[in-house]
């Protein structure tokens, strides 16, 4: 008989499963019945009407522990918490939160306390709080003081200012607009600096003469010296004058340049002492890089007012003349400078508003001192018709672009 042959009595009966020489793992049943006890508290403690399987008897453990499979979830999907299970469930929590709150003000309760004392004993002690603002206040209810207020304020004010620069600076558009901006106002400066500039000299005495020294009677019949000159004392004007310089442009700019120039027309070209209109041109503004000492002479001119004095050197004599009115005439309207007059007259001419060439103002004059009935007859006409009166040398971007409006 084979040894693996059952026996004759045996025969028909089933035989039992032989152990291979490679045993595969069987499941542990004290890890199954942990999981169900630990399952089970769960479901009782959340008061569910889940149930378990029934605990197998030890004579049926062994085969029922064999046909299970580790890995498969044996119990049932819990039942949705009722209305008293979530009370309880967040009562646990305000209890738990007024636990950590009661701890967390007690703690600070006994620092503040702490520090009175050494505040008592030794002074108050400056402190900061998170963003570095000092406080000499406790942790008290006590308000702060209006001057404490204010410095925090202050504080507070120059942080987000230092927090905003930074962020400009760190954009990477900060330099092109700063560029772009610096560019705009230099071109700006070049263009309108006689509007700045002759609006501030308007406020500045123009000339360097001594008031001292200014005539103060006007009927002093006085010789001078052979230089000529005109002198305004309410402005503070001693400035030469330029006879003869013709009445073009560029003669007028160049003889502006010099003090102020006499500007001659047909019905317009007489000197002091005669018959006829004396019209002296002078810049109340001028262009900052233009050349000359006097761009700025009659920056103050409008000041003028009926009844003030004048006086003109020419010929080694004073001419004495009193303000009778002001005028503000076009550029071209130079008809207003021709006078049908049997006396001598003198008119001062500049820009108006100051900086600008829009407008001419005329000053006009007459002569009181010498006696104007002794006033010889004006030579004849011999200059040139002009149709514009003088004004100021092109701008910036006149020059830029070749534009010439003289």
């Not at 028909?12 to 793992?25: D, E, F, H, N, V």
């Not at 004007?237 to 009445?247: E, H, M, R, S």
């Not at 027309?265 to 000197?271: K, T, V």
Request: a neutral charge; charged letters at 20%; aromatic letters at 8%.
């Amino acid at each position: 008989m084979k040894p693996n042959e059952p026996k004759k009595d045996e025969i028909g009966a089933p035989l039992l499963p032989q152990r291979s020489i490679i045993s595969t793992p069987e499941p542990r049943p004290t890890q199954d019945a942990a999981a169900r006890v630990i399952r089970n508290q769960i479901n009782n403690l959340y008061d569910t009407q889940a149930t378990l399987e029934p605990k197998p008897t030890a004579e049926e453990a062994p085969t029922q522990l064999e046909n299970v499979n580790p890995y498969q979830r044996t119990h049932t999907e819990h039942i949705a918490p009722q209305a008293d299970q979530w009370k309880k469930y967040h009562t646990a929590w305000q209890d738990y939160y007024q636990k950590y709150y009661e701890s967390y003000y007690t703690h600070h309760l006994r620092l503040a306390k702490q520090q009175q004392a050494v505040e008592a004993s030794v002074g108050p002690i400056p402190t900061t709080d998170n963003k570095g603002f000092f406080s000499n206040k406790s942790d008290s209810n006590e308000p702060p003081t209006k001057e404490e207020a204010l410095f925090d304020l202050h504080q507070k004010l120059l942080g987000k200012v230092k927090e905003s620069a930074k962020n400009v600076k760190k954009s990477r558009h900060f330099m092109p607009i700063i560029s772009g901006v610096t560019v705009v106002l230099i071109l700006l400066f070049l263009q309108y600096n006689r509007v700045l500039i002759g609006n501030v000299s308007a406020y500045i005495s123009p000339g360097n003469i001594d008031p001292q020294n200014i005539i103060i009677d006007p009927n002093l019949n006085s010789s001078v010296g052979p230089e000529p000159k005109l002198i305004i004392p309410k402005i503070n004007v001693d400035v030469p004058v330029l006879y003869d310089v013709g009445n073009d442009y560029a003669s007028q700019m160049t003889a502006m340049t010099k003090g102020v120039a006499q500007f001659a027309i047909p019905g317009a070209s007489s000197h002091p002492g005669q018959v006829g209109n004396t019209v002296l041109a002078g810049h109340s503004s001028n262009d900052l890089f233009d050349t000359g000492d006097y761009k700025f002479i009659f920056a103050q001119l409008e000041k003028l007012e009926k009844g003030d004095t004048i006086y003109a050197n020419y010929n080694s004599k004073r001419y004495t003349y009193t303000v009778r009115e002001k005028q503000v005439v076009a550029p071209n309207d130079v008809s207003s400078l021709v006078y049908s007059t049997t006396k001598p007259i003198l008119t001062l001419l500049t820009c108006t508003p100051v900086g600008t060439s829009l407008n001419r103002l005329l000053v006009i004059a007459d002569q009181v001192s010498p006696d104007p009935n002794q006033s010889i007859a004006a030579p004849a006409d011999t200059t040139n018709k002009q149709t514009a009166i003088p004004g100021s040398s092109p701008t910036f971007f006149e020059r830029l672009f070749s534009w010439n409006w003289n």
